[in-house]
């Protein structure tokens, strides 16, 4: 049967930044330094805020350390230049052909700080830690759409990474499972991240930053990334709220393959690691083979069948290693074992979709089983939807706005405090392109209020318009106050209610520029998406 299925939007091209190489001796010494743990690095001063770039938080991730822990940063003497971006993480990028897109690197363990010009050290105050997007494949730290200056000026610290992405952030062998035996294994990717978060907690007074008042948010792989962290036995301490923004939360999406035990019909990590050794002319699972491996280049180990969100014969994506990941999300929130913390999170009015096929409408519909005749009557009620578009809103639905509510739904279980959103707004230029909604990732620039800033998808856009600006200001003051105080609310803004089952409230940034809270108004659809997701195997 030949199947449609709405893929995964991978999010943002890479703009490369040019790396510096050395440790700064800089002739006219300007900005503000500080003494990390590490040693002294100075950054520079834009626009009332203080910038530091390209901080390295581990060592190098190369050589005999690809595909183990991030390593301790050795220190420096003098003091090292914090002005320039380090390298982003090693990647293909599109019309690459397979080559590692300019900028990137191995060596890309990196992060940037943004904060209010001045600060004191032990100034204490919040701290946002930024997870970018990209399919676990493509992005970085250092994009300019999620520059962190219009939170610095709001007197928040926000701090941007870098983390080893696609097949060098994720991979399994059976000889890596034997090598350094008390090692963590797998999701090197989730490795970096965590590694960041000690750094900070190691660091951030320096800045005048709270190590007790940390918020980790992300969108898209940056939000499935919070899912998995705040489902982490491992995440104890090192933040105390969080963000997700189209991070998704069931099963299937970017969420974890098996590590060595092979699960009905899915491959086990490490068999797909020992598919990809053999693509590469390499037989056999032991020492030698896993010594060849290491030799291969970054764009061998990248170009060659890296998928997303599901895993393939040779990528595996996210990986349960039964120790970062013990399990998945979804299964970790039906348990009630996630952390409990304030959250924020919600998906985009015409977010990504995937896990819907069929060759014609009759055979979407029988998806829903005993609920095929609900199903017809919600998606179709008039008989005109086009086949296309019913599996594009289908999708959407199963794999980004459902998932909200059964998060939020979890938590609130808990006894968290749980704020639901869903992002509605298209900015002024891009309606007549965008007419369905607002498009994955299309708030990241709204969420740091960076509009004019160049990066993305597709043509730029025209300039914003008033409308746009007091958009990204609200959206923005909204996630500012959250990290100040675990509660969006503020003055001059719609009060957002905390997130209740039986009211099901979420505040709505809406095409005409204003937010409302108000009951979802897609629960129907949404509750057909839960019965799907209950009753149907995602492959």
């Known amino acids: 049967m030949k199947k449609l299925l709405s893929g995964i939007l991978l999010l943002f ?11 700064g001796n800089s002739n006219e010494p300007s900005g503000p330094i500080i003494h990390t743990v590490s040693g002294l690095i100075q950054g520079v001063t834009n626009e009332d805020v203080d910038i530091f770039k ?12 690809r595909w183990r822990p991030p390593q301790p940063v050795a220190s420096w003497e003098g003091v090292r230049d914090a002005s320039v971006f380090g390298s982003n993480s ?12 300019e900028g990137s690197s191995e060596d890309c363990l990196y992060l940037n700080i943004w904060r209010p010009a001045g600060v004191e050290e032990g100034a204490k105050l919040p701290v946002m830690v930024w997870i970018h997007g990209g399919a676990f494949l493509f992005g970085s730290g250092s994009q300019a759409e999620s520059s962190g200056i219009e939170f610095a000026k709001q007197d928040v610290i926000l701090i941007a990474i870098n983390y080893r992405l696609g097949r060098l952030g994720f991979f399994a062998f059976p000889e890596l499972s034997s090598e350094h035996p008390k090692e963590l294994k797998g999701n090197y990717a989730y490795m970096d991240q965590l590694e960041a978060l000690k750094w900070v907690q190691k660091n951030i007074t320096a800045f005048g930053g709270d190590p007790n008042n940390v918020t980790i948010f992300g969108e898209s792989a940056g ?16 933040f105390q709220k969080a963000i997700i923004e189209s991070g998704g939360g069931r099963d299937g999406a970017l969420t974890g393959c098996p590590m060595s035990v092979d699960a009905l019909d899915e491959l086990s990590a490490e068999t797909i690691g020992v598919n990809f050794a053999r693509k ?3 037989e056999g699972t032991g020492a030698d083979a896993l010594a060849k491996l290491r030799t291969l280049s970054a764009a061998e180990i990248l170009s060659e069948g890296q998928t997303a969100p599901l895993n393939s014969e040779t990528y595996s994506g996210p990986i349960v290693d039964g120790r970062i990941v013990v399990e998945t999300s979804q299964n970790v929130y039906k348990a009630g074992h996630q952390m409990n913390i304030s959250l924020i999170v919600g998906a985009n009015s015409a977010d990504a979709g995937g896990f819907v096929s069929g060759d014609t409408k009759d055979e979407v519909f029988s998806l829903y089983g005993e609920r095929k005749a609900e199903a017809i009557a919600t998606y179709d009620p008039d008989g005109t939807i086009e086949l296309n578009d019913l599996i594009t809103l289908a999708a959407r639905d199963r794999v980004h706005l459902e998932p909200v509510r059964m998060t939020a739904r979890a938590f609130t279980v808990k006894g968290s405090p749980v704020y639901v959103f869903r992002f509605s707004y298209v900015r002024s230029s891009m309606r007549e392109r965008s007419p369905d909604g607002a498009a994955h990732a299309s708030e990241i620039p709204f969420v740091f209020n960076t509009l004019d800033a160049a990066g993305g998808f597709g043509p730029a856009p025209a300039p914003p318009t008033p409308e746009d600006y007091a958009v990204a200001k609200t959206i923005n003051a909204y996630w500012v106050n959250f990290a100040k105080t675990g509660t969006p609310n503020g003055p001059g803004l719609t009060n957002w209610p905390l997130y209740d089952i039986e009211k099901d409230i979420i505040l709505d940034f809406r095409g005409d520029g204003t937010q409302g809270a108000v009951p979802d108004p897609w629960k129907a659809r949404l509750d057909l998406a839960e019965h799907l997701s209950n009753t149907t195997k995602v492959r």
């Open 223 to 238: 939000g499935a990334s919070v899912h998995a962290l705040i489902s982490s036995p491992l995440s104890e301490g090192l």
């Open 90 to 101: 090693a990647q293909t990028g599109w019309g690459a052909g397979g080559s590692i897109q």
């Open 280 to 282: 590469q002319g390499i």
């Open 13 to 23: 091209l890479v703009f490369p930044l040019q790396v510096q190489d050395a440790i």
């Open 54 to 65: 390209g901080i390295p938080f581990a060592a190098p991730p190369v050589g005999e350390f």
